[in-house]
């Protein structure tokens, strides 16, 4: 008789599951440090060393955005997932919802900065130089993207001569009108996506609530999924927007982010279906007594 391949046991679904689920999140967790890196550069370009408490999220918002929606995720999949029912009260609740209010002040927060960043991109000036290229080397900045600002140099300026320029109101930032164009469209999927992903929060709470108290019933759970599938396909259209028109780090985000709530959604409904075996369990064993 072959006995059992010793490594058979980290080959089962259950674990490789796990496993892939647990790579995403760490993914996004690198994400929020590259997105940091890009705020950085881009917030020296706009705000160079002015940054404050007042114009803070404006500058880091993808950043703070992300890390506060990863501290979110991890909440949720400790609730539907990690954590037994039974231990979901008392302190442990308390501290679990302390922790998600403070989350949802900085995803608000991020909302707003990307309203914010909006009016930044269109709050526009024409701008006029005789010749682009006497501002390579010095303080100045051209829009490559919505959050890249490139120092003018030799190779830009020959880019930018001749064409029509605008400045970013109040900063040292110059761009061609379709530059321009591009940035306060990705900045519109910015507010669309941030906007979209509270309202499926918002969802993602309501059944967790009802979960818990038992009220979350198999209608209600179909008509949840209906009602964030919709949510979820704007979403989507979001990541193929970034796909084609922003950068990949957009794309790759907004693309992890649907995995990860594809888990999340999972573990509602596993989580449903068990406490819906186990009450069925109880009722047959109450009927035999």
């Known amino acids: 008789m072959t006995g059992a391949s010793p490594h058979g046991k980290f080959l089962h679904p259950r674990l490789l599951y ?22 950085l550069a881009a917030s020296a370009a706009i705000f160079g060393g002015s940054v404050s408490w007042h114009n803070l999220v404006e500058a880091f918002t993808a950043a703070i955005d992300t890390a506060a929606w990863l501290v979110l995720l991890l909440l949720f999949e400790l609730e539907t997932a990690v954590i037994s029912d039974e231990k979901l009260e008392g302190g442990l609740s308390w501290l679990m919802s302390g922790i998600r209010v403070v989350c949802y002040v900085f995803i608000v927060w991020a909302f707003y900065g990307y309203v914010s960043k909006y009016g930044v991109v269109t ?110 396909a704007v979403l989507f259209v979001c990541a193929i927007y970034w796909w084609f028109y922003g950068d990949f780090l957009d794309f790759w985000d907004a693309f992890l982010w649907l995995v990860a709530f594809i888990f ?26």
């Open 123 to 232: 709050d526009l000036s024409p701008f006029s130089v005789a010749d682009v290229c006497s501002l390579a080397g010095g303080d100045w900045n051209w829009v490559s993207d919505l959050d890249e600002y490139p120092p003018i140099d030799a190779e830009s300026c020959a880019l930018l001569q001749g064409r029509e320029l605008l400045q970013l109101s109040g900063t040292n930032v110059i761009g061609t009108r379709e530059a321009l164009d591009a940035a306060s469209a990705l900045a519109i999927i910015d507010i669309v996506n941030s906007g979209t992903w509270l309202i499926v929060v918002v969802l993602l709470e309501a059944e967790v609530w009802m979960q818990l108290k038992d009220r979350l019933t198999a209608g209600l759970l179909r008509i949840g999924n209906y009602v964030k599938g919709f949510f979820y």
């Open 18 to 39: 796990t496993a892939f689920k647990y790579t995403v999140y760490l993914l996004l967790a690198v994400d929020t440090v590259l997105f940091f890196q890009e705020d």
């Open 264 to 289: 999340i959604e999972l573990n509602i409904f596993q989580w449903h279906e068990e406490t819906e075996e186990h009450a069925l369990a109880e009722a047959e064993l109450t009927g035999a007594r």
